[in-house]
């Protein structure tokens, strides 16, 4: 199944899907990717949400960074609407309504670069799409190419017999491009699916290519 605009503007006909308004379980994740950041990179600059949705997330980092300027990107119509509405009141927002996979690779985003890409619940849905067109590994690149030096890549993904193994393989590519700084796998309670439901946490640190090399040389010369 490919997960296009068509069935996200599928899923938004419905006012808040997967319950984010109101869920203590979503709230929970927002917070822990919140702190994430704050632990990882104390005073972004300019932040990246890809898959925005509705903008609950949104309103939440734009509260915790006013300093910070946050571009959001959704590829829903609806999504977008909702987010313009929830993120009124916060100067710092920039909503973009836009598939990420072509504003990545056609280069389609502002030209400064990002100390923060958020992407909460949204890589499994790229996976087919990206396979597909044998663009993984160009997703990845590009999305670390948008990170400035040392920026953070912050990513929670709910972890299933499936996405356990589409998230195993982008995690084994962002090694390529970025260092693993953090990861953490929780199981909570979700009202909205009504049973317990695990996901994980992971921070990756953008490496540029001359430490990347240096690395095994580092290594060699360890006692
Ligand atoms: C499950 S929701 C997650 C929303 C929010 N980030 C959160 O953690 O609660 C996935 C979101 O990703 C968006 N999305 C999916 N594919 C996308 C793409 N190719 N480009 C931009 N947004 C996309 C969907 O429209 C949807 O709003």
Redesign the pocket.
């Known amino acids: 199944m490919i ?3 068509d069935y ?1 503007e599928k ?2 006909d419905k006012e808040s ?2 319950g ?1 308004s109101t869920s203590e379980y ?1 709230k929970k ?2 917070l822990r990717q919140l702190e994430a950041i704050v632990r990882c990179c104390r005073e972004p600059k300019n932040i990246l ?6 903008g ?2 949104t309103a939440m980092i734009a509260q915790a960074f006013p300093g910070a300027r946050i571009l959001c ?4 119509t609806q ?1 977008i609407e909702r987010a313009k509405k929830t993120c009124d009141c916060f100067k710092n927002v920039e909503l973009m309504e ?6 990545f690779s056609r280069g389609k985003l502002p030209s400064h670069k990002f100390d923060v890409i ?5 890589l499994y ?2 996976f087919p ?1 990206l396979l597909f067109r044998m663009d993984l590994v160009s997703y990845l690149r590009g999305m670390a190419r948008t990170l400035t030096d040392e920026g953070i890549f912050v990513t ?1 993904n709910g972890i299933n017999a499936v996405t356990r193994n589409v998230m195993g393989i982008y995690y084994l590519i962002l090694k390529r491009y970025c260092a693993p700084v953090f990861s953490a796998q929780y199981r909570e309670w979700n009202e909205y699916r009504n049973k317990h439901v695990t996901y994980d946490l992971r921070v990756f640190r953008k490496v540029n290519r001359r430490e990347r090399i240096q690395e095994p040389e580092l290594a060699a010369q360890a006692p």
């Open positions: 997960f296009n605009k996200f899923v938004f899907p997967w984010y979503e994740k927002y949400e890809v898959g925005c949705a509705e609950i997330h990107v959704d590829i829903a999504a836009g598939d990420i996979i072509e504003l958020v992407q909460s619940e949204c849905y790229l799409t929670s």
